[in-house]
């Protein structure tokens, strides 16, 4: 499949690095250039695989150690890859679709058909921009109402069609503007849950990097939520509510430690179901690795939820997956 220049990986030379990752980011470096000069000499081989096995070895040493504040920067990492990314390397013949029918059509959220591992699928996902001119044309991957109408009817259509439906979520939330009130922004969100907790199609979803608050849950509610290792999600970005318990956004950091957002707590609240291995260093590294560690998880995702049964039986795993969510206290 061609691929966009959007969806290309950054250049090497243009890496944003964070300080805590710097060490990784230099190891994978090394082991890019080894990689490329191995092609054309074989005897590099074994001196790469020492590199490889170095590098897996201290980004995992390192990372193990990262507070949850850092994980919510990896999560946000401007090189991460977003949803065109991994289209384009695990989705074949992929159809983009546009617009809603009623107001336009929203860049902020990708929507169409492909086939995946053989199998035709709908395709949803949230998507920010790489360059300055493509941030606003995608709106910092911050949907208008719009867009979710967009993914309400590829939703509608995918349900009508038995097309099972798959959904990458990253954003740090719903764009909250003025504009976007007045085209119905929480209406549209809502039309998206409903849509999605009918579906009578298998849903899977995937948080491949942020997922803020109604912007992400209109993408998440899904037979399984599976979350990439430095992913996040929560109702709320840690500076939103950092600025709502101590009137001081400075706080963040405190504020992602008690608000539980990160892959590991997720899954032991089983607010997700599974947490996919990135990368050594993160998605960013590589991320023809990253996109072939999701494809098998959604392709094994899938074909266990073939064996859940009827149609009917999909929308009452959805109800009562979401229901076990949380504690009642007396």
């Not at 209109?218 to 037979?223: F, I, P, R, S, T």
């Not at 260093?281 to 959604?298: I, S």
């Amino acid at each position: 499949m061609q691929r966009t220049s959007e969806s290309l990986r950054t250049a090497p030379s243009a890496l944003y690095v964070l300080p805590f990752e710097k060490p990784v980011v230099e190891l994978v470096g090394r082991v890019r250039e080894l990689r490329e000069a191995a092609q054309t000499n074989p005897a590099l081989e074994p001196e790469l695989r020492k590199l490889e096995e170095k590098t897996t070895r201290l980004a995992r040493e390192l990372f193990a150690e990262l507070t949850p504040w850092q994980k919510v920067l990896l999560s946000r990492h401007p090189n991460r890859p977003y949803t065109l990314d991994y289209v384009t390397r695990i989705v074949d013949d992929f159809v983009e679709l546009h617009g809603d029918r009623t107001f336009g059509d929203d860049a902020a959220i990708v929507a169409g058909l492909g086939s995946l591992d053989g199998r035709s699928i709908a395709i949803i996902g949230h998507q920010k921009g790489r360059a300055a001119k493509d941030k606003v044309k995608r709106n910092f991957g911050m949907p208008h109402p719009e867009g979710y109408r967009k993914a309400l009817r590829v939703y509608e259509m995918a349900s009508r069609f038995g097309l099972p439906i798959v959904t990458f979520i990253d954003t740090p939330g719903a764009y909250p503007g003025i504009g976007a009130e007045e085209r119905g922004q929480s209406e549209a969100i809502g039309a998206c849950l409903a849509a999605m907790s009918r579906a009578r199609v298998p849903i899977v979803a995937t948080i491949i990097g942020e997922g803020g608050s109604g912007g992400a849950l209109a993408l998440g509610v899904a037979n399984r939520v599976l979350v990439l290792e430095y992913g996040t999600y929560s109702v709320i970005t840690p500076e939103g509510c950092a600025s709502i318990l101590w009137k001081d956004g400075s706080k963040a950091d405190e504020a992602a430690a008690r608000m539980r957002m990160t892959a590991p707590d997720l899954l032991r609240m089983k607010v997700i179901d599974r947490v996919v291995e990135e990368p050594a260093g993160g998605a960013h590294q590589d991320y023809d690795e990253a996109a072939r560690k999701v494809r098998a998880a959604l392709v094994a995702t899938l074909a266990e939820l073939d064996s859940v049964g009827s149609a009917n039986f999909l929308v009452e795993d959805r109800y009562r997956r979401f229901r076990a969510i949380g504690a009642l206290r007396d």
